[in-house]
């Protein structure tokens, strides 16, 4: 990318930044700075050209999903992100409820975007509360114990059922009622 790109490609993300005033007490400074860094427009010219000279809008986004949620909803994703990394275990326990809380928020995420976006009644089915995890289901998948037999996790690989945690079964159960809350306000058909 030409030098003038990437100062045009900045300017971009500081702008976006400041019209998102994710917090009006932030350092504006600080919080451009980490925009530009998340953006990889921090990195001299000659790393990035060394790198195929991608654009910033074509660097991986480990969560894209997270992008479709609302500030509320991205707070309590951040925040359950955030106990579940910290959680008192084994930072193997740690990684599958990080992993848990991603994969139960994904669903959420993409469900109300789908349910935001959609062009009407005749629009494909969005993800429903059924999609899930059971709250009794396993730790690590999700599935229940009745069909669980040996599954495959990308955390655990090949597993036998495990009870999931108090948490977990509680944080399921609210997943599940939000989402059906959501699927009512939005006049769904399902349920
Ligand atoms: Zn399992």
């Known amino acids: 990318m030409s030098g003038e790109a990437r100062v045009r490609a900045a300017r971009n993300v500081i ?7 994710l917090d009006p007490m932030a350092d504006l400074a600080t919080e451009a700075a980490q925009a ?22 074509q660097y991986v986004v480990a969560l ?11 707070g309590e994703f951040l925040d359950e992100l955030a106990a579940a990394a910290i959680t008192n ?48 289901g396993c730790r690590y998948c999700g599935i229940p114990e009745a069909a669980h037999l040996q599954q495959w996790s990308a955390n655990e690989g090949w ?18 009622r939000g989402v059906h809350e959501a699927e009512a306000k939005a006049g769904g058909t399902s349920v």
């Open 159 to 176: 597993h036998g059922f495990r009870e999931p945690t108090e948490k977990q079964v509680v944080k399921r159960m609210l997943r599940r």
């Open 89 to 136: 275990t084994s930072p193997e326990e740690a990684l599958a409820e990080v992993e848990a809380a991603c994969g139960t928020w994904r669903v959420i995420a993409e469900a109300q975007h789908a349910h935001n976006t959609a062009p009407g009644p005749e629009a494909a089915p969005s993800p429903s509360a059924d999609d899930l995890p059971e709250p009794y």
């Open 36 to 57: 530009l860094e998340d953006a990889g427009l921090l990195r001299s010219p000659q790393a990035a050209e060394s790198d195929g000279g991608q654009k910033p809008e």
């Open 15 to 21: 702008v976006s930044t400041w019209e998102r005033r």
């Open 64 to 74: 894209p999903w997270a992008r479709l949620m609302d500030s509320e909803d991205l």
